[in-house]
């Protein structure tokens, strides 16, 4: 089993930054495929970037070239740094861990202001 705590979020003007971190307890974090996702108000949650085992990453095309995901084996931690915020990527965000289970965090707000 795997514990997900999430933090970093905040209010912030529009083309600032803000980074996110989860640290994850319980179990061999590195193995695991490391994702955040958001989710606005309305919306379904959504996938934003992701990390595999190997440190491949992947995101979504609105925010490929401003959002950085990486993680850190040795402090069981993965972050989502964010750069150039839009009002638009004001949601929920979420940590989420998969290997065969899929384990989520409570969550963090961002909020983006114009």
């Known amino acids: 089993q795997v514990q997900l705590v999430e933090s970093g979020g905040g209010l912030v003007q529009a083309g600032g930054s803000l980074r996110l971190s989860c640290a994850a307890s319980g179990d061999i974090f590195r193995s695991y495929f490391m994702g955040w996702y958001r989710q606005a108000p309305g919306t379904q949650r959504e996938l934003v970037a992701s990390?595999?085992?190997?440190?491949?990453?992947n995101y979504v095309d609105s925010v490929k070239g401003r959002f950085t995901i990486s993680r850190d084996n040795a402090k069981n931690t993965v972050y989502l740094q964010m750069n150039r915020l839009k009002p638009e990527d004001t949601a929920v965000y979420y940590c989420n861990a998969k290997r065969i289970i899929a384990y989520w965090g409570q969550g963090t707000q961002v909020t983006v202001s114009s």
């Open positions: 990390i595999t085992s190997g440190g491949t990453t």
